[in-house]
């Protein structure tokens, strides 16, 4: 019998205990639920608070279980890409077959050091903002962190949802905090009779000022994020373009920062539904607007359209400068559904 590959044992036990996290928040939530419907049950909050409720329930489900997008085939090297770049042992020549297979591909940014980057465990040429999930084992479009608390990688699919999960948790947390503290006071005063609500009143309020001073602050700090239009990844390692690295590379201003997460249509703005700006695999950069030239000299932009009448498969197709637009090359909502 052969023995199990350790490697396999150890992933299965890391995608197991991932899910710790996120039991430990369900399983708080659901308390919550309990202690304040239930326990404290004010009749005049419980709308307000169902409704809060609701929003959070229905963000924190966007964000956990929508699938993060990965590049497309055409970012991935072909079978005699891969075997002549493993007969290379010169990594400037290595850098050179990267070189040619990427000149006709979105590609703005680099190492710092000025290299193509490649991915080594996917073997493809990375796009812009996308970096590789050592927990997900897989590389994310637009990537900005892999968050425990929903078990997923937050990027270019879900950040909206991210943002959302946020707002709809502070809110949350922030009225049980406000509606809790009469009440509390008066546990504290002797006010309340000696009845097991009690113990749910006094430790709801202490709870939910916990996550509230966290959650303000990690809101607060992705607020900042989407105004200067950078990832957590961005923020904590510039991106490199050709003319050097840039912390600022991708800022195109507050309004259109703002508005590559949130999209154009206001009334989507407040509902964890897919609307954000942008393309997959390409995002305008201040250099890109300033030169219109591709880091790797190729002309033209891209867009992402249907493989087949059936839409069941989706490509990356050239596009002229002399027709295209930047703002013209986005990318529709159902690519995110079927892209695998």
């Avoid at 590049?71 to 020549?93: A, I, N, T, V």
């Avoid at 997959?280 to 030239?293: A, E, W």
Wanted: proline share 4%; with cysteine; charged share 20%.
């Amino acid at each position: 019998m052969t023995p199990p590959d350790p490697r396999s044992v150890r992933r299965r036990c890391q995608r197991a205990f991932s899910w710790i996290p996120v039991i430990f928040i369900s399983g708080v939530v659901a308390w919550s639920y309990y202690a304040y419907v239930v326990q404290l049950c004010v009749v005049v909050y419980l709308l307000a608070y169902h409704v809060l409720f609701i929003m959070f329930a229905w963000t924190y489900w966007q964000t956990m279980f929508t699938k993060p997008m990965n590049p497309l085939k055409e970012f991935h090297l072909s079978y005699s890409d891969k075997q002549l770049l493993d007969s290379e042992d010169r990594l400037e020549s290595q850098q050179e077959i990267l070189r040619r297979i990427v000149k006709d591909l979105p590609v703005f940014t680099r190492t710092v050091s000025g290299a193509i980057r490649f991915c080594n465990h996917c073997l493809l040429v990375k796009p812009d903002r996308c970096h590789h999930c050592s927990v997900c084992d897989k590389c994310i479009l637009k990537m900005d962190h892999h968050c425990p608390w929903v078990n997923n990688c937050v990027g270019f699919s879900n950040y909206k949802f991210f943002m959302l999960f946020l707002v709809y948790s502070l809110l949350y947390c922030l009225f049980i905090t406000a509606t809790d503290l009469q009440y509390f006071i008066q546990v504290w005063t002797n006010g309340l009779p000696d009845t097991q609500a009690k113990f749910h009143i006094m430790f709801l309020l202490f709870a939910a000022s916990m996550f509230s001073v966290s959650l303000a602050s990690l809101f607060s700090y992705h607020c900042w994020l989407v105004c200067k239009n950078r990832s957590t990844l961005e923020a904590f390692r510039a991106p490199a373009f050709r003319h050097g690295t840039d912390k600022n590379g991708f800022s195109l201003g507050l309004s259109k920062n703002f508005r590559q997460v949130f999209g154009d249509e206001k009334k989507y703005w407040p509902l964890p539904v897919f609307s954000s700006g942008g393309t997959l695999h390409q995002f305008t950069s201040r250099s890109l607007q300033k030169s219109q030239s591709r880091l790797l000299n190729s002309e033209g932009l891209w867009r992402v359209v249907p493989e087949d009448e059936d839409k069941t498969g989706w490509v990356l197709v050239h596009c002229t400068p002399l027709h295209v637009s930047l703002s013209e090359c986005r990318v529709c909502e159902s690519a995110l559904w079927v892209v695998a």
